[in-house]
């Protein structure tokens, strides 16, 4: 149970510059140049904790005028349908620009669902900490009735209603110790993204396939949809490098359009990739359907959901049979409780979820909901592995603990949401140190 | 051609206290207190111009940035392109926050769409006025192949390509020159969404239906969802009045899930509803798919499009047969450029686009789309109307005109989008008149 009152909420905006060595380039952002991180910041109580969420600019009336009244006396769910259900009380006769913002400026999408998630994932984490447990931890805990409490399922009854999500939480409950002592021993599985950004030099990804290799990764992913015979070239190369047994993904970042995604995989077809990730749109849920079905028979699935906006579009994705592995994203959707409902969908439709990570903070984040997922919901590893990609886990208080290619659980109570109060003055944009000498360098 | 450079963008958050009266009310805001309008204000060369998105706060770096640097040397496609294409120039070495936005706080859909589609209103109205021809001339005139420079054809080719989108252009020279006369002469038929909003009385009801019949309307809406024994009466009611000729939609604003929107239409379908508009999320084509399935037997369509945020989700509507009316919005979808692709799509597979309007100069903009539809895309009127919602058209420069139920197409030059610069000084929040004194009444 939280209990408090919000009395304040500050946004940062801290930024990394890791396009300056082409980290997390892609298909469509090949100078990747500022990664992203605002977090705000929750005072509750005597209280304080960090989530974050993409872009909002600065302080802003609209968040803090009706959140300022938001007491918290039960769980999240009444912060969260209060916030995510369109601020459905009626009572003032002048409603805020926030509850019109949540309609008009969605609904349930873009930069009102995004702050909406970031301030939600600070209430479960500050949930988690008061409770004693890290997140994961307080949800395989909960009584099954009260986590569907937390579940918004507006537009999803016609695939799950709340007695069918009851029982998946009932059957998992079975063999719930033996898997949750599985993860405490080996952890979760994971695959790397860090060895093959696209802007990487042939000499670079030979070299960081090379060490992973050493390091004991068995599954890797590869940018691709820029140029073909630049892709064919680069997946030869890792392919040679990590031999036909290991697992290959490739990742085409919302590049193609339909017909497109389908030509342009059947050529990279001879290199095995277990699936193609963000073919087109994220938004073209028949699309993805028409790839499904050209490219599941020459053994390629279809993955996305790293930006798929909620789980409307979830539901469609499985109803159309459009994509064959599920990848939910922390920051996203409406934080755990949005995500909660689409790890039950994909288990009624039994559809891997393999979350996308990477980011800042993102894997420190996802790891809970998938341990999680394993532990109460999927109750197996079967084409299931969480993205990783390592770089910026030095700036939070409690990061990743990733052995033998496995996150192991996080300990530390709370939703790892926190950042190190040097890291954030460091980078804050653009006064912080390391963005005055940028900016100065620039000319700027 | 518009030509020029921006030198400066502001934003005005205007407001306009229409629940005071009940008008807008729907079933999912009882009382909606405020319409929002907050026109950004474009500043290219020595000329002035205004159109409008929903909300933005205050003036922002992160649009001001980069678009003082656009040049506008062609047409709006150039600007286009680089706004809503994720700003694929890659010059400098440190992309803006903009970049980011557009990629992360989306793709194409809430806030940062909102406001691009704004600017670009804004640019369409500006080169409308250089060429000295209201928006809709100016596209019945142009060229063809320059009005496919306009669009995006990205994640649509699956259903329409330029050369079957030339196609369809070409088809429309036909004929083109006595449509135009009919225009000029009859104007577009309109709808009217004035006289039942959900918070009105009954009496207010009958007497708005009695007036509007007086003075020619055939077509009436009537908000529908909150209350199942509430729509009967007061749809029984409206039916009486109007008598079994006249036109009945309804409208539940996104209120149900699928199969309780399918259960509740069919005990309203006694009273004839030509439509059944926003029935469920406006996400869910899958779920507009299954409940026009089931409604059209009965007799009712399923209309929706005032919240679909881009062409990828209205291309799906259309392959999914999921709707029977398709509703552009002139302010959610990335202006005039956007909803191009939107009627293309809608033409090629025999849809009639009914436009949706009201709000604050949503009638004003879309009139021009419509109007250009009919004269070069669709060529017809069966089973096409256009809303219209007599409020805050006082507020305009250019205000519609509206004869014998029908729009008159506008003569002024532009896009009809500028307010009356008394009138923005008047509606700002929280500073202008009207605000001043509401907020110090509520003793705020």
């Not at 802003?60 to 009244?69: A, E, F, M, Q, Y």
């Not at 569907?148 to 059957?171: G, H, M, N």
């Not at 997946?235 to 990742?251: A, V």
């Not at 689409?342 to 996308?356: D, G």
Request: aromatic content about 8%; hydrophobic content about 40%.
């Amino acid at each position: 149970m939280v209990c408090g009152r919000i009395s304040r909420l500050s946004v940062r905006d801290v930024r990394f510059p890791t396009s300056l060595g082409s980290h997390g380039s892609d298909a469509m952002q090949l100078f990747q140049t500022i990664s992203l991180l605002l977090p705000p910041v929750l005072h509750l109580q005597q209280l304080e904790d960090v989530a974050y969420c993409i872009p909002k600019k600065t302080e802003d009336k609209c968040t803090l005028g009706p959140i300022s009244h938001i007491s918290l006396q039960t769980n999240p769910l009444l912060f969260y349908s209060r916030l995510m259900q369109k601020m459905d009380s009626r009572g003032t006769e002048l409603p805020s620009l926030w509850e019109k913002a949540l309609k008009l400026i969605g609904p349930e999408k873009g930069a009102v669902h995004l702050a909406t998630a970031a301030i939600l994932n600070a209430v479960w984490d500050l949930w988690a900490k008061q409770e004693g447990k890290p997140l994961w931890k307080l949800l395989v805990d909960m009584d099954p009735r009260m986590l569907l409490s937390c579940i918004d399922f507006r537009y999803i009854t016609d695939v799950l209603t709340e007695e069918e999500a009851y029982e998946i939480l009932q059957k998992g409950q079975v063999g719930k110790k033996e898997r949750e002592g599985q993860m405490l021993t080996h952890g979760y599985p994971a695959y790397t993204t860090s060895c093959a950004w696209l802007g990487y030099s042939d000499d670079t990804l030979k070299q960081l396939c090379t060490q992973a290799l050493k390091d004991g990764w068995t599954r890797f992913k590869v940018k691709v949809g820029a140029d073909l015979q630049d892709d064919i070239r680069r997946c030869r190369l890792i392919r040679n490098i990590i031999g036909p047994e290991k697992i290959l993904m490739m990742d085409a970042n919302q590049r193609w359009d339909v017909p497109e995604a389908v030509e342009w995989m059947s050529s990279l077809a001879e290199f095995k990739p277990l699936w193609i990730e963000e073919p087109t749109s994220p938004d073209d849920i028949l699309g993805h359907a028409t790839i499904s079905k050209a490219l599941v028979p020459l053994g390629i699935g279809v993955a996305t959901g790293e930006q798929c906006h909620n789980r409307v579009i979830f539901k469609q994705l499985l109803q159309a049979q459009a994509l064959q592995f599920l990848q939910i994203d922390s920051c996203r959707l409406g934080s755990v409780n949005e995500n909660l409902s689409v790890l039950l969908m994909a288990k009624k439709f039994e559809i891997p979820v393999c979350p996308h990570a990477g980011g800042v903070g993102l894997c420190e984040l996802v790891q809970h909901l998938i341990i999680f997922d394993f532990i109460s919901v999927s109750a197996s590893l079967e084409n299931r592995m969480c993205e990783y990609v390592d770089h910026l886990h030095e700036h939070f208080k409690y990061p990743v603990i990733i052995k033998n290619a496995s996150y192991m659980p996080p300990q530390d109570a709370g939703y790892s949401t926190e950042m190190k109060a040097g890291s954030v003055k460091k980078h804050q944009y653009p006064d912080g140190e390391v963005w005055k000498k940028l900016l100065a360098a620039q000319g700027n």
